[in-house]
């Protein structure tokens, strides 16, 4: 079974600072991890995605994330915030098709408020 | 491509209704979700299907929901009868299936109120 754990369910930063959104996961097979973000009455539009390879990751608009396995952790950071990057953030896990795992689970959400 | 459409975005209806819900895949995507979004318990997987077949509907609530795919690149969500708890977004999300990569799309979901 897979679950994601996103510890805090609001984060107020100030415009230009830089802000760190936790994410931390459960699998007991190889993962997928995603970060999508939700603009006030919209979908879900992906950032960014871990599949394989560097650890490091770039996503749309200024966001990366980490991947660390030992911690098994996929926090999203950003050096610098932008008042359009008020939305609710998603982190997600996924397994792989040939398991039958590529369902996502995600977790409950962080809402990111940017503060002029 | 036009992305995920989903029809309609918002549906009102009196409990004990029909509700059906409405998704059209990203062409060439084979695999398809819909996920519920409330505020109590925010975004739940009700089901999904791996080309037209249910694989997992361990979410569906109970037996007043029925998912189908009658064809490669369209689905509906039914709720018969609907009861005010069933209120939420529901959004449908289709992925490429490929094994290497399981990114979903997302439509812009349906606002869901029973009254």
């Known amino acids: 079974a897979q679950s994601v754990t996103q510890l805090d369910s609001q984060v107020p930063v100030f415009e230009e600072a830089p802000v760190e959104l936790r994410c931390n996961y459960s699998s007991s097979v190889s993962v997928y991890l995603f970060w999508y973000v939700q603009y006030p009455n919209q979908g879900l539009q992906l950032l960014l995605k871990y599949l394989s390879g560097s650890t490091l990751v770039k996503g749309i608009n200024g966001f990366e994330a980490e991947f660390n396995k030992s911690q098994t952790s996929f926090h999203l950071r950003k050096p610098s915030v932008h008042i359009s990057d008020t939305a609710e953030y998603f982190c997600?896990?996924?397994?792989?098709?040939?398991?039958?795992?590529?369902?996502?689970?995600f977790g409950t959400g962080t809402r990111l408020t940017i503060i002029p | 491509d036009a992305g995920v459409i989903q029809s309609p975005r918002h549906e009102v209806t009196e409990m004990g209704q029909e509700v059906t819900l409405r998704c059209k895949l990203i062409?060439?995507?084979?695999?398809l979700f819909w996920y519920r979004q409330t505020m109590m318990r925010g975004l739940e997987l009700l089901i999904y299907?791996?080309?037209?077949?249910?694989?997992?509907d361990s979410g569906m609530p109970e037996d007043r929901f029925s998912a189908k795919m009658p064809n490669a690149s369209f689905s509906t969500l039914k709720i018969q009868p609907s009861e005010p708890r069933d209120s939420a977004v529901y959004f449908c999300?289709?992925?490429?299936?490929?094994?290497?990569?399981?990114?979903?799309?997302f439509g812009q979901g349906t606002r869901l109120t029973v009254v």
């Open positions: 299907f791996n080309n037209n077949v249910p694989i997992d």
């Open positions: 997600a896990v996924s397994g792989d098709r040939i398991f039958g795992n590529e369902k996502l689970t």
């Open positions: 062409s060439g995507h084979n695999s």
């Open positions: 999300a289709s992925s490429l299936g490929d094994p290497g990569d399981t990114e979903a799309f």
